[in-house]
């Protein structure tokens, strides 16, 4: 939301004022993939770029993957299949026992113990950011991150 001002974000800007903000690997390698699949420019690019230092990617590890297959197989347990993007996303969130932020709350209804953040949920710490699979990047900059500023970054 932030990367294209997307007035949306301002409901979030409670959440990341101040905190650490980070994203998961597999958000990293979505957003990676939007210019190779919308034949943006050098220009564009180096804008996501630039924009993408202001997020802490965090790693995966064996612990993760494990969490993932957790997720994935409680999802598909329970008669509703997770996307693998969405699954690592939440995953992460998890493991690192942090709030996640995203305009797609649905895509992660099925994973029991995940803390969605909303425009009035309290403050947290540090945040995750989604990746969301199948949203517009017109829509959502990097998938819900919050409090559109003059410089259009967090």
């Known amino acids: 939301m932030l990367f294209k001002g997307d007035t949306r974000a301002l409901a979030y800007r409670p959440h990341i004022t101040g905190r650490l903000r980070g994203i998961s690997f597999m958000t990293l390698a979505e957003l990676e993939r939007w210019p190779l699949e919308r034949d943006w420019g050098q220009r564009r690019k180096l804008e996501l770029a630039q924009h993408l230092t202001r997020y802490t ?30 699954a690592w996303i939440a995953a992460s969130a998890l493991y690192y ?33 989604s990746g969301g699979c199948g949203v517009s990047w017109r829509r959502l900059d990097i998938q819900a991150y919050a409090g559109a500023s003059s410089d259009r970054g967090p």
Do not use: H
């Not at 965090?58 to 008669?79: D, H, I, N, T, Y």
């Open 57 to 86: 990617v965090l790693p995966v590890s064996r612990e993760l993957c494990c969490k993932w297959a957790e997720v994935s197989f409680a999802a598909k347990r329970k008669g509703r299949p997770i996307q693998t993007a969405d």
């Open 97 to 129: 026992q942090i709030p996640l932020i995203t305009n797609n709350r649905g895509d992660y209804s099925v994973v029991d113990g995940l803390v969605p953040l909303s425009a009035t949920t309290v403050r947290a710490d540090y945040v995750l950011f």
